[in-house]
C-alpha cells in the first residue's frame, strides 16, 4: 500500500481543524457504504468526528429521483465535534437529484465533486430539472467550486482488465470516490483496503476490483489538473492516545443494556417489536447471545413490553425499545408496571408525530406522553440522552434507576441520536457503577409473612421472585393494600399508595447527580436550557457564543423526571432561561410547572434536529433584545 | 436462579389445603369458577413441584382472579396479556412451572393476537381456558365464543357474529396440545389438567364454565346426565369413538366425513370405527369441527371431550437455550469485550 502514501506530483497541503462532508447519490450507489468507510479511516487517523446518515424511508425509491437520494455525512476535525456540520463544506453528488436534494445546505464557495455521469439527459429529467438545463454547464453553481468528474468511465478504465462483468465493474465507482476524498483530505487507503479483503474474503477477484477502484481515484487526484489549485486538505488527529470504537446511538443502547445486567449480575430479556428509527437495538442484542442476552421478538408492541414485566416478575434485567407508535401502545402496560413495580427499561427511540408521522426523522416530541401519557396517577422517572456515546451512560442509567428502585424507567433518545456515530474511548469495567438488585432472600415458615409492599426508607420495595421458598404471593393490576399487597379497594389505602408511588419517584432525586453547567459561567444573562439531541448543536453555538464575548451559558438535562435538585437554584441564577426543542414545546411546559419561571422556548418541529446556526442566531437576538 | 431443583424436597407431601391462599375466592356463588379452582388444588400436588416454584399468570376477567387464591407466585395482569407476560417470564426462567388462568373474552377476543402467537411459538405453558360464552366481569355482553342468537345487554335482538371453535383455532394456529373439559365433572377436569401438566410445550384446556348469573345453562347439554350421553363425545387414547345410551353409537370415517353410526343396528364392527389417536392432526382437526349448535340442529355430531391432540415439539425456551448454548459454545462474553466491541481501534 506504499504506493499511495507517497504522491508524485507536489501540491499545497492545506491544514483545517474540521471539515464536514456529504456523500450523496442514488440508493444503490453505495453511499452509506462509502461514507462509513470514510468515517472509519478518519477514525483510525485519531480525528474527531459525528456521522449521520439520511436514507430514504423506501426500501427502494426510484432510481435517479430526488426521492431516492442517500446521503452520508460527517463533520471530522482536529478539534472536538459534536454534529454532523450544520452545512457542508463538501458535496459529493452522483447524481443530479442527489445535487438538487442538498445544494441549499451546501456553504457558499463550497466543493461539489459531482460524477458526470449522473448529469445525463435522463437524470437531469428524473431530478426535475427543466429541459436542456444542466446544472454542471449552465453557471447556476458559480457560488461553488464544481469538480465535474467522469467517475463512471473512468473506474470502467482502471477496471477494464479485471475480469469482472459491466455491472459488477459499474458497482465499484463508489470506490473511486472514496479514494479521490482520501487523497483530497491525506487519509490513508488501508482501512477501506483491510475490509475489502474481510468483506470479500471468498472472492478475491471482486475484492481486488474494488482495491483497485479505490487506488485510481487515488491517483486521479493526483494525477490530474483539475485539483492544482485547490490542493489537498490534512486534518490532525483530536483524539488522545488509547483504543476507541465506533458507535451509533441505537448501539449504545443495546451495549449499555448487557453491561448493566452483567453489573448487576441479571440475566438480560429485551422483548420488543421492530419499528423505525429503534429497531438496531434489536438487532445488536439479538446477536448478543454470548453474553447470554435473549431477545424476543414480539408480536406486537404490547406483546414487547408484557413479556418483558413477566421476565422483570421472574428477576430478569428487562427492557423493551420502541419509538412513538409503538410507546402509545405500550401505555396500558407501563400503568402495570408502574402499580407492580417492578424494574423495566423502556427505551424510546422518538420520530416525528403524530401517528405514522416521519418515521425516519427525528423529533422530540414524546417528553409530555412520556411524563403523563398513562391513565391514572403512574409517575415514572425519565432520562434522555443527548449524544451517540451518552446513550450508553444514559440507558445503563436508567438501568440502574429501574433496578435500584423497582420502577418501570422511560429512556429518551431519537432518529437523530439512533443513526449517528461518534468515536468512543473504550469504557473500562471498573469505571461503571455497580447495580445492586435488592432481592428479598428466602424465608422459613417461623418467619414473620413477607409483605410484598412493604418499603424500605427510598419507599421501594424488594424483589420477591418465582423459586425463592416462602416467598410466595400474588400481586397484580389491581390496588394493593399498603405493605400486605392484598387486593384492597379502601378509599384511604388509594390515596396513600397514589402518594407513596409519586413519592417514591420523587425521591430518586437523592441518589442522582447535582446539574452542572457544560459551559459557560455559573450566573449570567442567558442559559440555554437543553435536553436530548440538541446537545451538539447548542454545545457548539455556545461555545462561539462565548468566544464572542457573550454572557451565555449551556447546561443540559439528563434526567427529566424527577428533576436534579438544584435545577431551579441554577434557572435562578439567569436572567433568561432559552429552552431549544425539536417540538411544540414541551420541556418548557415541566420548567414553567415546576419552578414557575417564563423560560424563553425555541421550537423546531421540521423533522430535522437543530443546527448551530440557528441556535447561535437565536442567542444573539435573545441578549440584543436585552 | 440456575439449576434450580423445581421439585419438592423428599419427603414431603403436599395436600390441596397447602394450595390454597389466605383471600376468599370472590366469584358468585354456583360460579364454574370454583370448581376448577378446586381442582387446580387437587391436582397441584400430584404434580410434585414445589410451590415456590409454580406462577400463576392471568389477565382480565372474572376466571383471570385465579391467581389470587393460589399459594403460588402470582401475576394478575392486563386484560388479553396473560400469554405474553406467562412467556417472558418462562423464556426468562424455563426452570419455572407457570400455568394460565384466562377467558374468552381474554384469550379470544382482547388477546388474540398473543393467543395465536403464542401457540405457533410453544412456550412450555399450561394455559386453562375458561369457557363461559360471556362476558361476566362486565356484566352479561356477548364474547367471541357466544352462540349465533344468543340475547344479550350489548346484542338485544341476538348474536349476529359467529363464534371461534377454539379446538380448531388452536389446531389452526400451531397448537401442540389440545384438550377440553366440563367445570361440573371434576374428575374428567382433573385427568386433563393433568394431562395438561405433563405436557411439556402449550397445553390449551378449554373448559366449558358455566356463568349462572348471566348465561346460565350454556353447556347443560353436556352437563345434564340425561342429555350428555347423546351430546358429548369422550375421546380415549386407542380406543373407539363411541358414545350414546349404553355406547352403542359409534363414529365412523366415512373418508374424510365423520358419520354416526348404530353399532348394532348396522351391524359396525369394533374395527371400523374411528379410533382415536391423540398424534393424529388431521384427525384431531376433524375432530374440531364438531362444533354444531345443538340448539339449532337435531342432526348434530356430539361435542368432544379429552385429548384431541397432542404433540412433541421443540418448546420456544429450549430452542432460545441452546442457541445461547451454542453461542457460548467457546466462553461467556465477558464486559471487558463487550465494551471493547469487534471494531475497535487503536490511536497511539
Redesign the interface.
Given at each position: 500500500m506504499t504506493d499511495t502514501k507517497t504522491t508524485t506530483k507536489q501540491v499545497n497541503v492545506t491544514s483545517k481543524t474540521s471539515v464536514s462532508v456529504l456523500f450523496a447519490g442514488d440508493s444503490g450507489d453505495g453511499m452509506q457504504l462509502t461514507g462509513t468507510q470514510f468515517a472509519?479511516t478518519v477514525?483510525?487517523s485519531?480525528s474527531d468526528l459525528n456521522t449521520f446518515p439520511n436514507f430514504p424511508s423506501e426500501v427502494r425509491a426510484p432510481a435517479g429521483t430526488i426521492a431516492g437520494v442517500s446521503g452520508f455525512q460527517l463533520q471530522f476535525g482536529s478539534k472536538p465535534v459534536y454534529t454532523p456540520g450544520a452545512r457542508f463544506d463538501v458535496m459529493i453528488a452522483m447524481n443530479s437529484a442527489a445535487l438538487k436534494a442538498n445544494l441549499k445546505d451546501l456553504h457558499r464557495g463550497g466543493i461539489i465533486i459531482a460524477g458526470t455521469e449522473g448529469f445525463d439527459e435522463k437524470n437531469l429529467r428524473l431530478a426535475g430539472y427543466p429541459q436542456g438545463a444542466n446544472p454542471l454547464e449552465d453557471g447556476s453553481l458559480s457560488n461553488y467550486i464544481v469538480f465535474p468528474v467522469p467517475v463512471l468511465q473512468l473506474t470502467r478504465e482502471a477496471l477494464k482488465d479485471c475480469g469482472l462483468n459491466h455491472k459488477e465493474i459499474d458497482r465499484c465507482k463508489n470506490m473511486f470516490v472514496l479514494g479521490l476524498l482520501y487523497w483530497l483530505y491525506s487519509l490513508p487507503i488501508d482501512t477501506t483496503v483491510e475490509m475489502l479483503h474481510a468483506k470479500f474474503r471468498k472472492n478475491a477477484q471482486l475484492a481486488e476490483a474494488n482495491i483497485t477502484a479505490i487506488k485510481a481515484g487515488y491517483f486521479f487526484g493526483d494525477e490530474t489538473e483539475i485539483f492544482a489549485n485547490l490542493g489537498r486538505f490534512d486534518i490532525a488527529?483530536q483524539?488522545?492516545?488509547?483504543?476507541?470504537?465506533?458507535?451509533t446511538g441505537n448501539e449504545a443502547c443495546a451495549?449499555a443494556l448487557?453491561?448493566a445486567a452483567?453489573?448487576a449480575g441479571l440475566?438480560l430479556?429485551l422483548?420488543s417489536y421492530p419499528i423505525t428509527p429503534a429497531t438496531e437495538i434489536l438487532q445488536t442484542l439479538a446477536k448478543?447471545?454470548?453474553?447470554?442476552v435473549?431477545t424476543?421478538q414480539?408480536?406486537?408492541e404490547?406483546?414487547g413490553i408484557?413479556?418483558?414485566?413477566?421476565?422483570a416478575?421472574?428477576?430478569?434485567l428487562?427492557a423493551t425499545n420502541t419509538s412513538g407508535p409503538g410507546l402509545a401502545l405500550k401505555t396500558?402496560?407501563l400503568?402495570?408496571a408502574v402499580i407492580?413495580e417492578i424494574p423495566l427499561v423502556v427505551i424510546n427511540v422518538q420520530r416525528g408525530g403524530p401517528s405514522t408521522g416521519l418515521p425516519t426523522k427525528p423529533e422530540q416530541s414524546d417528553l409530555l406522553m412520556a411524563m403523563y401519557g398513562r391513565h391514572g396517577e403512574a409517575p415514572l422517572p425519565i432520562v434522555a440522552s443527548c449524544s451517540p456515546v451518552d446513550c450508553f451512560y444514559t440507558t445503563y442509567e436508567a438501568a440502574r434507576i429501574a433496578v435500584e428502585h423497582m420502577t418501570p424507567v422511560i429512556c429518551l433518545s431519537d432518529g437523530y441520536l439512533a443513526l449517528s456515530s461518534e468515536p468512543w474511548k473504550?469504557?473500562?469495567?471498573d469505571n461503571?457503577c455497580e447495580i445492586k438488585p435488592r432481592f428479598q432472600p428466602e424465608r422459613n415458615p417461623e418467619d414473620p409473612a413477607y409483605l410484598p409492599y412493604k418499603r424500605d426508607e427510598r419507599h421501594v420495595r424488594s424483589w420477591a421472585?418465582?423459586?425463592?421458598?416462602?416467598?410466595?404471593?400474588?400481586?397484580?393490576?389491581?390496588e394493593k393494600q399498603h405493605e400486605t399487597g392484598?387486593?384492597s379497594h379502601d378509599p384511604e389505602n388509594h390515596a396513600l399508595m397514589t402518594k407513596l408511588r409519586a413519592e417514591k419517584i420523587a425521591r430518586i432525586a437523592e441518589s442522582i447527580p447535582l446539574q452542572t453547567i457544560d459551559n459557560g459561567p455559573e450566573k449570567g444573562d442567558l442559559l440555554i436550557l437543553g435536553w436530548g439531541s440538541s446537545y451538539g448543536a447548542i454545545k457548539t453555538a455556545v461555545e462561539q457564543a462565548l468566544a464572542e464575548g457573550l454572557s451565555v451559558a449551556h447546561a443540559h438535562l439528563r434526567y427529566l423526571n424527577p428533576f436534579p435538585k438544584n435545577l431551579g437554584e441554577m434557572l435562578g441564577n439567569f436572567k433568561k432561561v432559552l429552552i431549544p426543542e425539536n417540538n411544540n414545546g414541551q420541556l418548557i411546559h415541566l420548567i414553567r410547572d415546576t419552578f414557575l419561571i417564563a423560560p424563553e422556548g425555541f421550537s423546531k418541529v421540521k423533522g430535522l434536529p437543530f443546527n448551530e446556526m440557528e441556535i447561535l442566531a437565536k442567542i444573539t437576538d435573545l441578549i440584543k433584545e436585552h | 436462579m440456575t439449576d434450580l431443583d423445581t421439585t419438592l424436597t423428599a419427603g414431603t407431601t403436599l395436600t390441596a389445603k397447602d394450595f390454597a391462599s389466605d383471600q376468599e375466592p370472590k366469584w358468585c356463588p354456583g360460579c364454574g369458577d370454583h370448581a376448577v379452582l378446586q381442582q387446580l388444588k387437587n391436582v397441584m400436588p400430584e404434580l410434585g413441584t414445589a410451590p415456590e416454584n409454580i406462577v400463576f399468570i392471568s389477565g382480565i376477567g372474572c376466571s383471570s382472579r385465579l391467581p389470587y387464591y393460589m399459594a403460588t407466585y402470582g401475576v394478575h395482569g392486563i386484560h388479553g396479556r396473560a400469554l405474553p407476560m406467562a412467556t417472558g417470564l418462562k423464556t426468562s426462567r424455563p426452570e419455572l412451572t407457570v400455568w394460565v388462568a384466562t377467558g374468552d373474552g381474554d384469550a379470544l377476543s382482547i388477546g388474540g393476537n398473543h393467543f395465536i402467537h403464542t401457540l405457533r411459538r410453544n412456550p412450555d405453558l399450561n394455559v386453562v381456558l375458561f369457557n363461559n360464552e360471556i362476558y361476566g366481569l362486565t356484566k352479561g355482553q356477548y364474547s367471541p365464543t357466544s352462540k349465533l342468537g344468543l340475547r344479550t345487554v350489548t346484542s338485544p335482538v341476538g348474536v349476529i357474529d359467529h363464534p371461534f371453535n377454539t379446538a380448531a383455532l388452536v389446531l389452526g394456529a400451531g397448537g401442540t396440545f389440545f384438550a377440553r373439559a366440563l367445570d361440573r365433572d371434576g374428575k374428567f377436569l382433573r385427568s386433563m389438567l393433568k394431562r395438561a401438566a405433563m405436557h411439556k410445550g402449550t397445553s390449551l384446556v378449554e373448559i366449558y364454565q358455566n356463568c349462572p348469573i348471566f348465561n346460565n345453562g350454556a353447556f347443560e347439554a353436556f352437563a345434564s346426565p340425561e342429555k350428555k350421553e347423546e351430546t358429548a363425545l369422550f375421546l380415549e387414547q386407542g380406543k373407539p369413538l363411541v358414545f350414546g345410551k349404553d355406547r352403542k353409537k359409534g363414529i365412523v370415517l366415512d373418508g374424510m366425513t365423520p358419520v354416526v353410526v348404530d353399532i348394532d343396528k348396522e351391524q359396525v364392527s369394533a374395527d371400523d370405527l374411528w379410533i382415536h389417536d391423540e398424534s393424529d392432526l388431521n384427525k384431531a382437526s376433524i375432530l374440531a369441527r364438531f362444533f354444531d349448535d345443538m340448539s339449532v340442529t337435531e342432526d348434530f355430531l356430539p361435542r368432544p371431550f379429552g385429548v384431541f391432540y397432542a404433540a412433541s415439539h421443540t418448546t420456544y425456551e429450549d430452542a432460545l437455550t441452546a442457541q445461547i448454548a451454542d453461542a457460548q459454545a467457546e466462553g461467556c462474553g465477558t464486559l471487558e469485550e463487550l465494551l471493547r466491541g469487534d471494531n475497535s481501534y487503536e490511536i497511539r
Amino acid at each position: 500500500m506504499t504506493d499511495t502514501k507517497t504522491t508524485t506530483k507536489q501540491v499545497n497541503v492545506t491544514s483545517k481543524t474540521s471539515v464536514s462532508v456529504l456523500f450523496a447519490g442514488d440508493s444503490g450507489d453505495g453511499m452509506q457504504l462509502t461514507g462509513t468507510q470514510f468515517a472509519n479511516t478518519v477514525a483510525v487517523s485519531g480525528s474527531d468526528l459525528n456521522t449521520f446518515p439520511n436514507f430514504p424511508s423506501e426500501v427502494r425509491a426510484p432510481a435517479g429521483t430526488i426521492a431516492g437520494v442517500s446521503g452520508f455525512q460527517l463533520q471530522f476535525g482536529s478539534k472536538p465535534v459534536y454534529t454532523p456540520g450544520a452545512r457542508f463544506d463538501v458535496m459529493i453528488a452522483m447524481n443530479s437529484a442527489a445535487l438538487k436534494a442538498n445544494l441549499k445546505d451546501l456553504h457558499r464557495g463550497g466543493i461539489i465533486i459531482a460524477g458526470t455521469e449522473g448529469f445525463d439527459e435522463k437524470n437531469l429529467r428524473l431530478a426535475g430539472y427543466p429541459q436542456g438545463a444542466n446544472p454542471l454547464e449552465d453557471g447556476s453553481l458559480s457560488n461553488y467550486i464544481v469538480f465535474p468528474v467522469p467517475v463512471l468511465q473512468l473506474t470502467r478504465e482502471a477496471l477494464k482488465d479485471c475480469g469482472l462483468n459491466h455491472k459488477e465493474i459499474d458497482r465499484c465507482k463508489n470506490m473511486f470516490v472514496l479514494g479521490l476524498l482520501y487523497w483530497l483530505y491525506s487519509l490513508p487507503i488501508d482501512t477501506t483496503v483491510e475490509m475489502l479483503h474481510a468483506k470479500f474474503r471468498k472472492n478475491a477477484q471482486l475484492a481486488e476490483a474494488n482495491i483497485t477502484a479505490i487506488k485510481a481515484g487515488y491517483f486521479f487526484g493526483d494525477e490530474t489538473e483539475i485539483f492544482a489549485n485547490l490542493g489537498r486538505f490534512d486534518i490532525a488527529p483530536q483524539k488522545q492516545r488509547g483504543v476507541y470504537r465506533r458507535v451509533t446511538g441505537n448501539e449504545a443502547c443495546a451495549i449499555a443494556l448487557t453491561a448493566a445486567a452483567k453489573k448487576a449480575g441479571l440475566k438480560l430479556f429485551l422483548g420488543s417489536y421492530p419499528i423505525t428509527p429503534a429497531t438496531e437495538i434489536l438487532q445488536t442484542l439479538a446477536k448478543m447471545k454470548k453474553w447470554g442476552v435473549k431477545t424476543f421478538q414480539a408480536e406486537d408492541e404490547i406483546a414487547g413490553i408484557v413479556t418483558s414485566i413477566g421476565a422483570a416478575y421472574g428477576g430478569a434485567l428487562a427492557a423493551t425499545n420502541t419509538s412513538g407508535p409503538g410507546l402509545a401502545l405500550k401505555t396500558e402496560a407501563l400503568g402495570l408496571a408502574v402499580i407492580l413495580e417492578i424494574p423495566l427499561v423502556v427505551i424510546n427511540v422518538q420520530r416525528g408525530g403524530p401517528s405514522t408521522g416521519l418515521p425516519t426523522k427525528p423529533e422530540q416530541s414524546d417528553l409530555l406522553m412520556a411524563m403523563y401519557g398513562r391513565h391514572g396517577e403512574a409517575p415514572l422517572p425519565i432520562v434522555a440522552s443527548c449524544s451517540p456515546v451518552d446513550c450508553f451512560y444514559t440507558t445503563y442509567e436508567a438501568a440502574r434507576i429501574a433496578v435500584e428502585h423497582m420502577t418501570p424507567v422511560i429512556c429518551l433518545s431519537d432518529g437523530y441520536l439512533a443513526l449517528s456515530s461518534e468515536p468512543w474511548k473504550v469504557e473500562s469495567p471498573d469505571n461503571l457503577c455497580e447495580i445492586k438488585p435488592r432481592f428479598q432472600p428466602e424465608r422459613n415458615p417461623e418467619d414473620p409473612a413477607y409483605l410484598p409492599y412493604k418499603r424500605d426508607e427510598r419507599h421501594v420495595r424488594s424483589w420477591a421472585i418465582p423459586g425463592t421458598r416462602g416467598l410466595e404471593h400474588r400481586i397484580g393490576g389491581l390496588e394493593k393494600q399498603h405493605e400486605t399487597g392484598n387486593v384492597s379497594h379502601d378509599p384511604e389505602n388509594h390515596a396513600l399508595m397514589t402518594k407513596l408511588r409519586a413519592e417514591k419517584i420523587a425521591r430518586i432525586a437523592e441518589s442522582i447527580p447535582l446539574q452542572t453547567i457544560d459551559n459557560g459561567p455559573e450566573k449570567g444573562d442567558l442559559l440555554i436550557l437543553g435536553w436530548g439531541s440538541s446537545y451538539g448543536a447548542i454545545k457548539t453555538a455556545v461555545e462561539q457564543a462565548l468566544a464572542e464575548g457573550l454572557s451565555v451559558a449551556h447546561a443540559h438535562l439528563r434526567y427529566l423526571n424527577p428533576f436534579p435538585k438544584n435545577l431551579g437554584e441554577m434557572l435562578g441564577n439567569f436572567k433568561k432561561v432559552l429552552i431549544p426543542e425539536n417540538n411544540n414545546g414541551q420541556l418548557i411546559h415541566l420548567i414553567r410547572d415546576t419552578f414557575l419561571i417564563a423560560p424563553e422556548g425555541f421550537s423546531k418541529v421540521k423533522g430535522l434536529p437543530f443546527n448551530e446556526m440557528e441556535i447561535l442566531a437565536k442567542i444573539t437576538d435573545l441578549i440584543k433584545e436585552h | 436462579m440456575t439449576d434450580l431443583d423445581t421439585t419438592l424436597t423428599a419427603g414431603t407431601t403436599l395436600t390441596a389445603k397447602d394450595f390454597a391462599s389466605d383471600q376468599e375466592p370472590k366469584w358468585c356463588p354456583g360460579c364454574g369458577d370454583h370448581a376448577v379452582l378446586q381442582q387446580l388444588k387437587n391436582v397441584m400436588p400430584e404434580l410434585g413441584t414445589a410451590p415456590e416454584n409454580i406462577v400463576f399468570i392471568s389477565g382480565i376477567g372474572c376466571s383471570s382472579r385465579l391467581p389470587y387464591y393460589m399459594a403460588t407466585y402470582g401475576v394478575h395482569g392486563i386484560h388479553g396479556r396473560a400469554l405474553p407476560m406467562a412467556t417472558g417470564l418462562k423464556t426468562s426462567r424455563p426452570e419455572l412451572t407457570v400455568w394460565v388462568a384466562t377467558g374468552d373474552g381474554d384469550a379470544l377476543s382482547i388477546g388474540g393476537n398473543h393467543f395465536i402467537h403464542t401457540l405457533r411459538r410453544n412456550p412450555d405453558l399450561n394455559v386453562v381456558l375458561f369457557n363461559n360464552e360471556i362476558y361476566g366481569l362486565t356484566k352479561g355482553q356477548y364474547s367471541p365464543t357466544s352462540k349465533l342468537g344468543l340475547r344479550t345487554v350489548t346484542s338485544p335482538v341476538g348474536v349476529i357474529d359467529h363464534p371461534f371453535n377454539t379446538a380448531a383455532l388452536v389446531l389452526g394456529a400451531g397448537g401442540t396440545f389440545f384438550a377440553r373439559a366440563l367445570d361440573r365433572d371434576g374428575k374428567f377436569l382433573r385427568s386433563m389438567l393433568k394431562r395438561a401438566a405433563m405436557h411439556k410445550g402449550t397445553s390449551l384446556v378449554e373448559i366449558y364454565q358455566n356463568c349462572p348469573i348471566f348465561n346460565n345453562g350454556a353447556f347443560e347439554a353436556f352437563a345434564s346426565p340425561e342429555k350428555k350421553e347423546e351430546t358429548a363425545l369422550f375421546l380415549e387414547q386407542g380406543k373407539p369413538l363411541v358414545f350414546g345410551k349404553d355406547r352403542k353409537k359409534g363414529i365412523v370415517l366415512d373418508g374424510m366425513t365423520p358419520v354416526v353410526v348404530d353399532i348394532d343396528k348396522e351391524q359396525v364392527s369394533a374395527d371400523d370405527l374411528w379410533i382415536h389417536d391423540e398424534s393424529d392432526l388431521n384427525k384431531a382437526s376433524i375432530l374440531a369441527r364438531f362444533f354444531d349448535d345443538m340448539s339449532v340442529t337435531e342432526d348434530f355430531l356430539p361435542r368432544p371431550f379429552g385429548v384431541f391432540y397432542a404433540a412433541s415439539h421443540t418448546t420456544y425456551e429450549d430452542a432460545l437455550t441452546a442457541q445461547i448454548a451454542d453461542a457460548q459454545a467457546e466462553g461467556c462474553g465477558t464486559l471487558e469485550e463487550l465494551l471493547r466491541g469487534d471494531n475497535s481501534y487503536e490511536i497511539r
